[in-house]
């Protein structure tokens, strides 16, 4: 009876899993983003395990004909890739808390230590036994160094708690610190249904668990897409009214809170002369200019229409102003690379906190926002004749 209830539950564990996967393989944001590719590898790792895992409730105990070499290569596999999965959680958790994807590839072979034990000390089983061993009636048992191994797959959720722990008292973020919550969360379902699992024989939790903790992560990246620009896969005004509402931002030290409303100048015009596709393609442009310009801890929100915001801290203005710099000289490049009929051209308006004053997000908007008429103020009383020379920073070619 309590196989075919653990069969039932595999069973049912595969299908969600699936789901899954296919939900976010199908997804628009982030499509084969290192993210998305790391968190398929880990839902397909989990499916793995379920599949060798029902094929070990099933086979165990069965007599037939190469039954028994059938139960050794199902538990020779399941058991290797135990670890695996945790492998592939602490990376996509290391990737998506660090700023530089090097710094997961870096330490990878690091972290290949506990998956590379582990499979030698359960191929070695197969003739010593340390791990499992599976007597003349084709029932499979423990191994004397069982505890070991099943440590070594948790290894890689201390390591991450760790991480977890030490980079949320060191970076304050904009937004709440829900990121690290679920990330700190993901491993108390299998850890609790292993403790389980081993105090009591015959009990298979652990990967229940680690369903339930892929599925809510799985939940919060669907949570996630609610707040994204299907367009340009920047952050969109219900993220900004839902997470950034707070009006009080936490103070980083020695750095400024800043802001920037950036407008795409003559919006309509491209619009209405070249069609909506390459509306389209200019939103996506800045879009892109602005992820490139901007470092990871920035916020970036598609505000409305053409109109862009930028959330962030800086260390001073002349950082502020370098910022704003770099945007405008990756605008001018692209122009000259896209052989179209027009050229991009964005007003970049932008505020800071002062050290005086604990500024309020709608008072550095504010503030963002009247620079940034200001600036398309002196662009529409600069002469055409010098507008067209400076291809950098007006919309020129429809004028010619």
Same mark, same amino acid.
């Given at each position: @009876?309590?196989?075919?209830?653990?069969?039932?539950? %595999?069973?049912?564990?595969?299908?969600?899993?699936?789901?899954?996967?296919?939900?976010?393989?199908? $997804?628009?944001?982030?499509?084969?983003?290192?993210?998305? #590719?790391?968190?398929?590898?880990?839902?397909? $790792? *989990?499916?793995?395990?379920?599949?060798?895992?029902?094929?070990?409730?099933?086979?165990?105990?069965?007599?037939?004909?190469?039954?028994?070499?059938? =139960?050794?290569?199902?538990?020779?596999?399941?058991?290797?890739?135990?670890?695996?999965?945790?492998?592939?959680?602490?990376?996509?958790?290391?990737?998506?808390? $660090?700023? &530089?994807?090097?710094?997961?590839?870096?330490?990878?072979?690091?972290?290949?230590?506990?998956?590379?034990?582990?499979?030698?000390?359960?191929?070695?089983?197969?003739?010593?036994?340390?791990?499992?061993?599976?007597?003349?009636?084709?029932?499979?048992?423990?191994?004397?160094?069982? %505890?070991?191994?099943?440590?070594?797959?948790?290894?890689?959720?201390?390591?991450?708690?760790?991480?977890?722990?030490?980079?949320?008292?060191?970076?304050?973020?904009?937004?709440?610190?829900?990121?690290?919550?679920?990330?700190?969360?993901?491993?108390?379902?299998?850890?609790?249904?292993?403790?389980?699992?081993?105090?009591?024989?015959?009990?298979?939790?652990?990967?229940?668990? @680690?369903?339930?903790?892929?599925?809510?992560?799985?939940?919060?990246?669907?949570?996630?897409?609610?707040?994204?620009?299907?367009?340009?896969?920047?952050?969109?005004?219900? !993220?900004?009214?839902?997470?950034?509402? %707070?009006?009080?931002?936490?103070?980083?030290?020695?750095?400024?809170?800043?802001?920037?409303?950036?407008?795409?100048? #003559?919006?309509?015009?491209? =619009?209405?002369?070249?069609?909506?596709? $390459?509306?389209? !393609?200019?939103?996506? &442009? *800045?879009? %892109?200019?602005?992820?490139?310009?901007?470092?990871?801890?920035?916020?970036?929100?598609?505000?409305?229409?053409?109109?862009?915001?930028?959330?962030?801290?800086?260390?001073?203005?002349?950082?502020?102003?370098?910022?704003?710099?770099?945007? &405008?000289?990756?605008?001018?490049?692209?122009?000259?690379?896209?052989?179209?009929?027009?050229?991009?051209?964005?007003?970049?308006?932008?505020?800071?906190?002062?050290?005086?004053?604990?500024?309020?997000?709608?008072?550095?908007?504010?503030?963002?926002?009247?620079?940034?008429?200001? *600036?398309?103020?002196?662009?529409?009383?600069?002469?055409?004749?010098?507008?067209? #020379?400076?291809? *950098?920073?007006? #919309?020129?070619?429809?004028?010619?």
């Amino acid at each position: @009876m309590s196989t075919f209830l653990y069969l039932q539950i %595999n069973i049912i564990g595969i299908l969600l899993l699936i789901i899954m996967y296919v939900n976010v393989t199908q $997804s628009h944001a982030g499509k084969n983003s290192i993210d998305q #590719n790391l968190f398929k590898l880990l839902i397909l $790792s *989990v499916i793995a395990i379920f599949v060798f895992d029902s094929g070990m409730w099933f086979i165990d105990g069965k007599t037939f004909t190469y039954a028994k070499a059938i =139960n050794y290569i199902t538990t020779t596999i399941y058991l290797i890739l135990n670890p695996v999965t945790c492998f592939f959680w602490l990376l996509y958790g290391k990737h998506k808390l $660090s700023a &530089e994807t090097k710094f997961t590839i870096k330490h990878l072979q690091l972290y290949l230590i506990p998956v590379i034990i582990n499979t030698i000390l359960v191929i070695a089983s197969i003739k010593t036994g340390w791990i499992f061993y599976i007597d003349e009636m084709n029932i499979y048992h423990r191994g004397d160094l069982m %505890n070991f191994t099943a440590i070594l797959p948790f290894s890689y959720f201390f390591i991450m708690s760790y991480i977890v722990l030490k980079q949320s008292r060191k970076k304050q973020s904009i937004i709440s610190k829900e990121m690290y919550r679920y990330f700190f969360l993901f491993p108390i379902p299998p850890i609790l249904g292993a403790i389980i699992q081993l105090l009591y024989y015959g009990v298979s939790l652990i990967w229940v668990g @680690m369903l339930i903790s892929t599925f809510i992560i799985f939940i919060h990246i669907q949570n996630k897409q609610i707040y994204k620009d299907s367009l340009t896969g920047l952050y969109n005004r219900r !993220f900004f009214e839902n997470q950034l509402r %707070n009006p009080f931002m936490p103070t980083q030290k020695g750095k400024h809170l800043f802001t920037l409303m950036i407008d795409i100048d #003559n919006f309509k015009t491209i =619009n209405d002369t070249y069609g909506h596709l $390459s509306g389209d !393609f200019a939103l996506i &442009e *800045v879009a %892109n200019t602005l992820k490139a310009a901007c470092i990871r801890n920035d916020y970036i929100v598609r505000y409305g229409g053409d109109e862009f915001f930028v959330l962030g801290y800086c260390s001073d203005k002349l950082h502020l102003q370098k910022k704003i710099t770099t945007i &405008e000289n990756e605008i001018i490049q692209n122009n000259s690379q896209n052989d179209l009929p027009f050229s991009i051209s964005i007003s970049i308006g932008h505020s800071i906190s002062t050290e005086s004053e604990r500024n309020t997000i709608t008072a550095l908007m504010k503030k963002a926002d009247d620079s940034m008429y200001e *600036v398309k103020k002196r662009k529409k009383n600069r002469p055409k004749s010098d507008s067209c #020379n400076e291809r *950098v920073t007006s #919309n020129c070619r429809p004028c010619q």
